[in-house]
């Protein structure tokens, strides 16, 4: 992100904003006054649905592995689509394409999961170079879709970093407003033993100026049935990102 | 690969590995007399089927990526172990896992393709860290699977190089003979206006060290139907990898 854009409302974003799906998504943090998205990693549709209905109201994005739904058919995307309609949020299908141009163009458009056609936003790890960027929009561009280039990984030991992250970077014209969308966030774990690291909403918006909160165990937790108390996560985690966001803007 | 294993016989290596997949497909190529793993990207499963059957004599190794077929259901995956065992070769789907741990030890043994459950091989990103081989690890290992780490891309531009590179490999005990897969490889194709750059087998294997050559548009072609044609290829390509093979351990 430019040092113009972290001072800037999402709102003011928005109305200069020339990808699509970037401009949706900022209209609907300042419309809905959230800069949550919810990470939903459950393998079962029913718990998949009860979760996304009850986070819905707090959340501006919807992020999804589509491919870890045990019972996955497409009348569930159906159903996605419903909520997302009902709640007013983006879908994020978190893929992280990394093959060759021609691979991820298939991986993207066609198999039983059919990304492009349902989801606003996916994500692509910049090491093929740049022939996933084309392959990806030549799938993803006629349907005005967004998509975000893995420059950093919120893991220990990751390998995005130094010259492969400004390799990343390099040729994104330097006066873009990119959208930064930082996982890895939690108010209370510090990490999930498998390398996954947590920082707090305040550490990735104001020190990091991250733009949109990722949040998945530390709001669904444990107890997928108990859809109330994720409901009250969800809403704590919106209040604290979006406080977060008021006090960068008015620094 | 160690200098070692370059000249030694593909029989010899089976006999002395410790990984349980790669020792099942060394001997594999020993027996069939073949280095030969197709690639076939075909959206549709009768294609898929059929393709397989035919070029099943000549390939130690069938490289999928089951997530393009449109018609996915899981009987495919019985008709395609059943062509394995038929025809006597191995499966690696070649999903490129590159997330975090958490996610990939549910994306490989969960959701409708279940690919720990059939897929004897399957590869990563390295990107994430080393978290990712312990997530895959955790799923793959009780099965007895092989995982490649992909250290270096065929594509132009690929980020995977240099440092990328050097760290990928390190703290592998330098003594252990890595069975190296290689892509991208064609007899007469340069490129595929995709980023996607051709070598012959002989380049890759004598010049690159490479064990086994992955061949996918080469060998399938354009028109799917004309398996004839198809397994012909296949032959082809068998030859010429196998010859190059001949060559390395004898020089």
Not at 119 to 130: D, K
Not at 177 to 191: A, M, N, S
Not at 206 to 226: E, M, P, T
Request: glycine share 8%.
């Amino acid at each position: 992100m430019t040092s113009n854009a972290y001072k800037q409302s999402y709102g003011e974003r928005a109305k200069r904003h020339s990808n699509p799906a970037a401009k949706q998504l900022l209209e609907t943090m300042e419309r809905k006054k959230t800069n949550l998205c919810v990470s939903v990693d459950t393998v079962m549709a029913s718990d998949f649905l009860a979760i996304i209905d009850a986070i819905g109201p707090y959340t501006c994005l919807v992020k999804t592995h589509i491919d870890i739904l045990e019972d996955f058919e497409y009348s569930i995307i159906e159903r996605l689509e419903a909520l997302a309609k009902k709640h007013d949020f983006l879908i994020f299908e978190d893929r992280k394409f990394a093959d060759i141009g021609n691979t991820v163009a298939l991986q993207y458009s066609a198999g039983v999961h059919k990304i492009a056609k349902w989801s606003h936003i996916t994500n692509a790890h910049p090491v093929p170079g740049p022939s996933i960027v084309r392959g990806l929009a030549s799938v993803g561009l006629p349907l005005q879709r967004g998509l975000l280039l893995l420059a950093e990984m919120s893991t220990a030991g990751t390998l995005a970093k130094d010259t492969y992250t400004e390799e990343a970077v390099a040729g994104q014209g330097s006066d873009e407003d990119f959208l930064i969308l930082t996982p890895g966030v939690g108010l209370e774990e510090k990490g999930d033993g498998m390398g996954q690291q947590y920082r707090t909403p305040h550490e990735v918006v104001l020190d990091s100026g991250c733009d949109v909160i990722i949040v998945g165990r530390g709001i669904y937790g444990k107890n997928l049935a108990d859809v109330d108390a994720i409901a009250a996560r969800a809403e704590r985690y919106m209040t604290e990102g979006w406080a977060a966001y008021l006090k960068r803007i008015s620094s």
